[in-house]
Nanobody
Framework: QVQLVESGGGLVQAGGSLRLSCEAS????????MGWFRQAPGKEREFVAA????????YYADSMKGRFTISRDNAKNTVYLQMNSLNAEDTAVYYC????????????????WGQGTQVTVAS
């Protein structure tokens, strides 16, 4: 079956960086648009970033532009999220997800999800 497994979360000081990874199995990774979402306590899950099938196109939510970078390695079936200049508002569970086509920013457009990884930013 399809599995998306995130890793790389943890506790970081404000201003610091983290790199999240998401390894996929059970699907043809290179045919899928990959995205990252996040959900903070008491808030709805929100779109963070997406990367096209070959990695040539990326798209970010406005609040992440210039701080976050999404990338993928199709040879490793892995998508990454490099997060810099983190602040307390970035504290959330981060999820990776797979979508059938570009450009998708709604959670309803993604059909496979990982279990999430916690990111906590201490101020």
């Amino acid at each position: 079956q399809v599995q998306l497994v995130e890793s790389g979360g943890g506790l970081v000081q404000a201003g610091g960086s983290l790199r999240l990874s998401c390894e996929a199995s059970g699907l043809t990774f290179s045919t899928r648009v990959m995205g990252w979402f996040r959900q903070a306590p008491g808030k709805e899950r929100e779109f963070v970033a997406a990367v096209s099938r070959a990695g040539g196109r990326t798209y970010y939510a406005d609040s992440m532009k210039g701080r976050f970078t999404i990338s993928r390695d199709n040879a490793k079936n892995t998508v990454y999220l490099q997060m810099n200049s983190l602040n307390a508002e970035d504290t959330a569970v981060y999820y990776c997800a797979a979508a059938p086509s570009w450009l998708r920013t709604s959670i309803n457009d993604y059909d496979y999800w990982g279990q999430g990884t916690q990111v906590t930013v201490a101020s």
